[in-house]
């Protein structure tokens, strides 16, 4: 199929080597972030949440993006499945919400970097710290532009950097065992669901996006085989990287009441001296380059999706010439990331939580809707269980995300459902426009 004067065999397709790292990156990058869920929820409860919380939200997502991925290995991933299982206006919000989400975390990513590199340089500050920032995006920006290759590479060499630090900080960290790390399991006189409900926020979102690299199926090789194969190892060192170092820094330190953002630097430093404090916070760092070089990649995939489904304007379907990648809707978005990396990531996170959800719940509504509309569909991969563990991938992850989403704030409740309705009021708006102009197909646009 001809996309943007691009033949599907001209596209610089990754292995599953390289996959597995972008994956991973993605849905993980490094521990750093859950550090303020020690103090909120409480040393015993953060540690339940790591372990088992992936039972009921990112296994189960991992399960119905492995059935879907292999039955629809298709550009734009789980927003195509929700449109073929429900229809067009859900299918357009499913990817409306994912794309409004990656915007308010892709200049954050680009802002946190620079915030760390502060701690060398404190003279960035103000315009020359949006210029860092900005700086940082369109480097990535390139990366993403030259391919999902090269973009997988550059996502290796930076977790393996990332991981290497938080393997000697678990190891140090048995050898000097001194306290028991599940104790106190809640902060003491704190309301227990307030306690449940931000720590069940914070856990949803380290867990959150293995749904997400479907998006890009139609760029990796052999995606009915590589994306399950990913899932099975990407979850399970995404558990472990969050799990271990959190347990073995608690159990030899024993100091939960100082945990805060950016304390493995300090649990690094206690640890193992000044030398492995400086490693953990150049990892620190280098985990927000990570997260932001995933994310292009992920979300940039949608708009071109939709545009070439006709529900965006047809410039976004250009493919580049030499690299095969979407690059008018890489340009676009990472210009949206500029525009806003002057926020932080304060709050930000919770309207994020309920754009995520949305998406989630639509996601794994999907397999149940597929199976219902389609059951002649060839599915190599089968969720496991019958109609027990399709009740088990559905239901788990909606329960999970109403949970969070009882739990959210007053400022969430303001802002968050404004971000919801807006996806509507888009088809909307959208809908009145499309009918003034017919659907471009993607065999007859150009780049």
């Known amino acids: 199929m001809n996309r943007g004067g691009i033949t599907g065999s001209a596209l610089r397709k990754a292995g599953l080597f390289y996959f597995v790292w972008v994956m991973f990156s993605y849905c993980t990058g490094g521990p750093f972030g859950l ?14 949440y790591l372990l088992f919380l992936p039972l009921f939200w990112c296994i189960p997502v991992s399960l119905v993006a492995a059935e879907l991925t292999t039955a629809m290995p298709v550009e734009g991933g789980f927003y195509r499945w929700v449109r073929a299982a429900f229809g067009d206006f859900w299918g357009f919000l499913a990817g409306w919400w994912n794309w409004s989400a990656s915007f308010l975390l892709g200049g954050v990513y680009a802002v946190l970097f620079t915030d760390y590199l502060k701690f060398w340089f404190p003279g960035i500050i103000g315009w020359k710290h949006y210029l860092v920032s900005v700086g940082l995006i369109a480097l990535i920006t390139y990366v993403n532009v030259r391919g999902i290759q090269l973009v997988g590479k550059f996502a290796t060499a ?3 950097f990332i991981l290497l630090p938080i393997l000697g900080l678990v190891i140090i960290g048995l050898a000097k065992w001194h306290h028991n790390p599940f104790l106190p399991v809640v902060p003491p006189h704190k309301p227990v669901f307030q306690v449940f409900g ?22 990796v090789e052999n995606p009915q085989r590589s994306y399950p194969f990913a899932l099975a190892i990407v979850v399970p060192l995404s558990i472990a990287t969050y799990f271990l170092p959190t347990l073995t820094s608690l159990a030899a330190l024993g100091n939960w009441q100082d945990w805060h953002t950016g304390f493995f630097s300090n649990a690094a430093q206690l640890l193992g001296g000044s030398w492995m404090g400086l490693w953990m916070t150049i990892s620190a760092m280098l985990t927000n380059v990570a997260l932001l070089n995933s994310t292009v990649l992920t979300s940039t995939r949608m708009p071109f999706a939709m545009a070439e489904d006709g529900y965006l304007p047809a410039t ?4 580049h010439p030499r690299f095969g990648t979407p ?7 990472a210009a949206i990331y500029a525009m806003l990396a002057f926020q932080t990531l304060t709050r930000l996170i919770t309207i994020y939580n309920w754009l995520r959800a949305a998406t989630t719940i639509l996601t794994v509504l999907a397999v149940w809707g597929l199976r219902r509309k389609k059951p002649e569909m060839h599915r190599p991969l089968v969720v496991p269980g019958r109609r027990l563990g399709l009740y088990y991938v559905v239901l788990a992850p909606i329960a999970m995300s109403l949970l969070a989403l009882l739990g959210s704030d007053s400022f969430t409740w303001h802002w968050a459902p404004f971000a919801i309705v807006l996806g509507p009021a888009a088809y909307g708006i959208d809908h009145v426009f499309r009918r003034r102009r017919p659907l471009v197909s993607s065999s007859t646009a150009s780049s």
């Open 35 to 48: 550090e303020d869920m020690v103090t909120t929820a409480g040393p015993g409860m953060t540690l339940l």
């Open 158 to 160: 930076l977790e393996i």
């Open 198 to 219: 931000v720590g069940l926020a914070l856990g949803l979102w380290l867990y959150s996006g293995y749904e997400q690299l479907s998006t890009v199926a139609e760029e």
């Open 316 to 319: 976004l379907i250009a493919r």
């Open 327 to 333: 690059w008018i809707a890489i340009l676009v978005s």
